[in-house]
């Protein structure tokens, strides 16, 4: 079981940027970034393969951008061009097993604490 952890969470007003950052114990096949807001579901943000393959929800294509540096056992979460509806608890998410690596919440076995995001208008 892999252990995740994130930080870089904040409070920046729209427009603003973020950068989420999750250590790993280990690397694993799929990794990604999931968020929930109060009153709603837990949603897939973007996600990256062992093979660099990346993906992206549609409602942060072009603002966010994934990325791994697996010397440093770190996933980072580039958050640019920030509105208030990103505001939410982000996640990070790990799976050793070859899943299809989108933002499927029952696909991902370990999973950090968060840290929360805040956009404000």
């Known amino acids: 079981q892999v252990q995740v952890e994130e930080s870089g969470g904040g409070s920046v007003q729209t427009g603003g940027s973020l950068r989420l950052s999750c250590t790993y114990t280990?690397?694993?096949?799929?990794m990604g970034w999931f968020r929930q807001a109060p009153g709603k579901e837990r949603e897939g943000v973007a996600f990256?393969?062992?093979?660099?393959?990346?993906s992206y929800s549609n409602s942060v294509k072009g603002r966010f951008t994934i990325s791994k540096d697996n010397t440093k056992n770190t996933l980072n979460l580039q958050m640019n061009s920030l509105k208030p509806e990103d505001t939410a608890m982000y996640y990070c998410a790990a799976e050793s097993a070859r899943i299809p690596c989108t933002g499927v919440v029952a696909y991902f076995g370990d999973w950090g604490q968060g840290t929360q995001v805040t956009v404000s208008s």
């Open positions: 990256i393969d062992i093979d660099g393959l990346t």
């Open positions: 280990y690397s694993v096949f799929c």
